[in-house]
């Protein structure tokens, strides 16, 4: 079975503090993606890795930066944290799709909800 | 206009009865199809995945395709309080495309 696991299940932090959130897979993805998730908007697509040490800004970067020293290991970083920062946040990981459909399904982490007071 | 519309309910069932949930998208160029459950407090994990137009079963679940009315379709037949959960449609152009996911609609089954 896929694991994706994430550092925390809840959050709290306060306004300005550096934040982060950290997420490994054991199935040797090669992909890996940071969503969050609000009410009404469903998930959006903060920032991508296709490999190790690259990656690629998604949907709605502002605010964030990640880094993928290890294959495994996804972190999301809150340089300073805002109050429109409260989400929940969701890991994924999958194959690159390379043959057929549903090689490339995405995987995902419980979630770490995350409160910016 | 968002690219994925999709109600967000809650939409209440009694146990046995059919669930339909579906979705409309404004970029014809989706090609890759997709259906996630998620349960309170998880994270998604995928149901269905289909390919272009048509339809796909696997069990009780049934995804249909319409790429000429840009709409997508889940059926749930018999459905159980297991299958209580948000659903979230999602699709992207490409295989090595970005996933576009809807808003996610909660379904409530009641025994």
């Known amino acids: 079975d896929v694991k994706v696991t994430q550092s925390s299940r809840y959050l709290v932090k306060r306004t300005g503090e550096k934040v982060f959130l950290e997420c490994v897979q054991d199935m040797d993805h090669e992909n890996m993606f940071w969503y969050r998730q609000d009410p009404g908007l469903g998930l959006r697509l903060i920032y991508f890795s296709y490999d190790v040490k690259m990656k690629e800004k998604g949907d709605i970067p502002e605010g964030y930066s990640v880094s993928r020293e290890k294959k495994e290991r996804f972190s999301l970083i809150l340089e300073s944290a805002s109050t429109n920062q409260t989400s929940m946040y969701l890991c994924?990981?999958?194959?690159?799709?390379?043959?057929?459909?549903?090689?490339?399904?995405?995987?995902f982490g419980p979630g770490t909800r995350l409160t910016v007071l | 206009q968002k690219e994925v519309e999709q109600d967000p309910g809650p939409l209440s069932v009694p146990e046995g009865a059919i669930v339909s949930l579906n979705c409309t998208y404004s970029?014809?160029?989706?090609?890759?199809f997709m259906w996630y459950r998620q349960y309170s407090r998880k994270g998604p994990e995928l149901l269905m995945y289909t390919y272009s137009s048509g339809n796909k079963e696997d069990g009780r679940f049934t995804a249909q395709v319409d790429k000429s009315s840009k709409y997508i379709s889940l059926f749930i037949r018999d459905s159980q309080p297991s299958d209580s959960a948000t659903y979230l449609c999602?699709?992207?152009?490409?295989?090595?495309?970005?996933?576009?996911f809807g808003a996610g609609t909660q379904v409530v089954v009641t025994p």
């Open positions: 970029n014809s160029a989706f090609q890759y």
């Open positions: 999602a699709m992207k152009t490409d295989s090595w495309g970005k996933l576009q």
């Open positions: 994924a990981s999958s194959n690159y799709p390379l043959g057929g459909i549903d090689t490339d399904t995405q995987y």
